[in-house]
């Protein structure tokens, strides 16, 4: 299956930088728990966890929407929930990608009956044309077109997510 670079790695780090900035001017000294949502969005937790300071925890749940297919089934599922508890906690939920938005809209509502003291998402990309639920996005990476991309934490059935730079398939 070919490839065609849609973001490349300088890119990619280039924006996170930028978006680093902006998180840790907003938040100032306040902790704040970093909501890791997996699989997906692992290397970028680590490479934006990594620009900010010791104010910042982190935790993991893990969601699935997906599937092995290339569109979402809009069932979402918890599969691993948090560890730790977010009452009255500044909550930061860091995703992959937002398409449809059912799962980020399902977390928002989820974590909000936990009484966290905020809740702020960073998305790295989003498709805006592709949102059937609306939910607010704090922070995002690159607004992207409406096609299946993979690469950095992004999977087509668990394939491409250790390439550096995200990528459409080709024939897509
Ligand atoms: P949503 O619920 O439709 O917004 O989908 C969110 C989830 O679907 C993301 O966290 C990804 O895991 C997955 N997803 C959406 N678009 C893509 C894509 O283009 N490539 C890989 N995974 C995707």
Redesign the pocket.
Known sequence: MALEILLSEEQIQGRIDALAEQIKADYGEEPVLMVS?LK??FYFLADLSRRLGHNFTMDFVQVS??GDG?S?SGI?QIRKDLDLTIEDKHVLIV??????????NHLRELFGTRRPKSIKVVALLS?TA?RTVKTPIEYVGFEIPS????GYG???AERFRNLPYIAVLDGE
């Open positions: 949502v997906g969005s929407s997906y290339k979402s979402v995703e992959d990608i937002v398409d449809t938005g059912a799962t980020l498709k592709a096609r299946f991309v993979v992004l999977d087509h």
